[in-house]
T-cell receptor, first 113, second 111 residues
Framework: NAGVTQTPKFQVLKTGQSMTLQCAQD?????MYWYRQDPGMGLRLIYY???????DKGEVPNGYNVSRLNKREFSLRLESAAPSQTSVYFC????????????FGEGSWLTVV | SQQGEEDPQALSIQEGENATMNCSYK?????LQWYRQNSGRGLVHLIL?????REKHSGRLRVTLDTSKKSSSLLITASRAADTASYFC???????????FGTGTRLKVLA
């Protein structure tokens, strides 16, 4: 029962470098999400994908791009990392359009120096 | 700004006491969910309440929803040390597929 799997779990980047966070779910969910959580804070929505082939901006999309590669996979890309993007990133998925539980991955700790 | 805001930001109680935390939101919703996060881990779903429901129970959890005030409360009865965690509410604004989380309440239950 893998659920939502994120990789990598830990990453250190230099300012200006790029990287992609990978996320896959094996629950046949339509909706997928990327959130960031700063220390002592709540989660802020970066991007979401209501269904395969669609993506939409969340609360804090600047500096990020996403790709819904197929129904299982939703990746988050930082094109030119900045120290302000140091955070814990969570991928999540949900079954239907409304009313179902959101399942979270275990998080990816990203530090930009 | 965020859809949901919890209060208090932090709460410290003795084991066996009840813990109450509140969530306020800004727009019409389809449902409201509460999640728990242990330190350094992902979030785990606790309970969902739909916009046409006023109260819901699950074990030691009781959730209320007042759509006229755009607020919800989570009550944990007979708390245990293992309930120590951060608790977040999440809402989906009507007509969207976005789930927005609040700022969270950090609960510490002292043994």
């Amino acid at each position: 029962n893998a659920g939502v799997t994120q990789t990598p779990k830990f990453q250190v980047l230099k300012t200006g470098q790029s990287m992609t966070l990978q996320c896959a779910q094996d629950m046949n969910h339509n909706s997928m999400y990327w959130y960031r959580q700063d220390p002592g804070m709540g989660l802020r929505l970066i991007y979401y994908s209501a269904s395969e082939g669609t993506t939409d901006k969340g609360e804090v999309p600047n500096g990020y791009n996403v790709s819904r590669l197929n129904k299982r996979e939703f990746s988050l890309r930082l094109e030119s990392a900045a120290p302000s993007q140091t955070s814990v990133y969570f991928c999540a998925s949900k079954a239907t359009l409304s009313g179902n539980t959101i399942y979270f991955g275990e998080g990816s700790w990203l530090t930009v120096v | 700004s965020q859809q949901g805001e919890e209060d208090p930001q932090a709460l410290s109680i003795q084991e066996g006491e009840n813990a109450t935390m509140n969530c306020s939101y800004k727009t019409s919703i389809n449902n409201l969910q509460w999640y728990r996060q242990n330190s350094g881990r992902g979030l785990v779903h606790l309970i969902l309440i739909r916009s046409n429901e006023r109260e819901k129970h699950s074990g030691r959890l009781r959730v209320t929803l007042d759509t006229s005030k755009k607020s919800s409360s989570l009550l944990i009865t007979a708390s245990r040390a293992a309930d120590t965690a951060s608790y977040f509410c999440a809402t989906d604004a009507s007509g969207t597929y976005k789930y927005i989380f609040g700022t969270g309440t950090r609960l510490k239950v002292l043994a």
